[in-house]
C-alpha cells in the first residue's frame, strides 16, 4: 500500500514474489499512465489482472479505459474487457506472423546452404491465438509502416491500426574521419539467415580490399557456414549497449540487410551517434 506508482512499475508483473506475496495482500489494483496524455492516462497497462477482475473494483471503474497488452499473453484479458466493456489496446513489435513464415520459406527456398541458420515459430501450432488476440483488439499499436502493411496486407483493418516508431538514445556528436584507408563497416543484429546475413557476406566479398567488417551479435555459431563466414571478419561477440553505441561511433557505416524488422533498433541507435545507414 505505501509503494509509489513510479517503485511499482520497477516491479516484474511476472515475479512470482510480487504476485505470491504484493496482489494477494491487496483487492485493489494499481494503474499507472504511460504518458501524458489524457485519454493514455487512462490506459491501464497491466498484462496480467483477468483473474483478479472479477473480485476487483476495475469493472465498475470508468476512469480505467481498457488494457494494453501485447502478443500471446492478450486473449484471455481481452475476452475479461469485453464482458466488462473494457477497450483493447494491443502492441505488435514485429510483423505479422504469416508474413514472417512467407519470407522464411521463399529464403529456404531460394538460400537452402541457408536454411540451417533460418529459425521461425519452432511451436506454430499456437499461432492462432495471435489471430484471436487482433480480431478482439480495438486499437493495434505497430512500430513502423511496415508491421502495418503486413496486416493490411493479410485483411486487417488499416484504420485500427496506428504507427509509433519507437525512440532512441541521446545524440552523440560525433568526428567523422577522412577516408583514406579501408571503410568501416559495422553489423549488429541476430547472427541468422532473417536479418539477410548472407546477403551482406556477399556484397562485403565484392569490396573485400576496400572495406573492413566488424560484427556484433548472438547466434548458433555451430552452423559451419556461419562460423566459417564470422571467421573472415572480426567478430566481437554479444556487447553491452554502451560498447555497442561505442562501436556505432568507431564505425563509417552501419548495415542492415534485415529481411524483416518490426522497427530495426539499431537504425536509429546508430543515427543517434552520428553513423549513416545502409539498409
Known sequence: KNLSINELNKLSFWDSYYKEKFLKKNKSIWASSIQKDEVLEKIFAWADFSDYLENSDISKNEEILGAYCYAHGALDIFKACQKYNKLCFYDLPIAYYKEIIDIAQLEKKQNPQWSDCIYVYKNQKNLHIIDEELKLADCIFVASSYVKSTLIKYGYNADNIYSIPYGF?????????????KIKLLYVGGLHQLKGLSYMFEAIDHFKDKVELSIVGSGNLDVPLLHKNLKKYNYLGSLPHQKVLQE??????????????????????AMSQGTPVIT
Open 169 to 181: 538514445p541521446p545524440i552523440s556528436p560525433k568526428e567523422y574521419r577522412p577516408i583514406t584507408q
Open 248 to 269: 556505432m561511433r568507431k564505425c563509417d557505416i552501419l548495415l542492415f540487410p534485415t529481411l524483416s524488422d518490426g522497427f530495426g533498433m539499431v537504425v536509429t541507435e
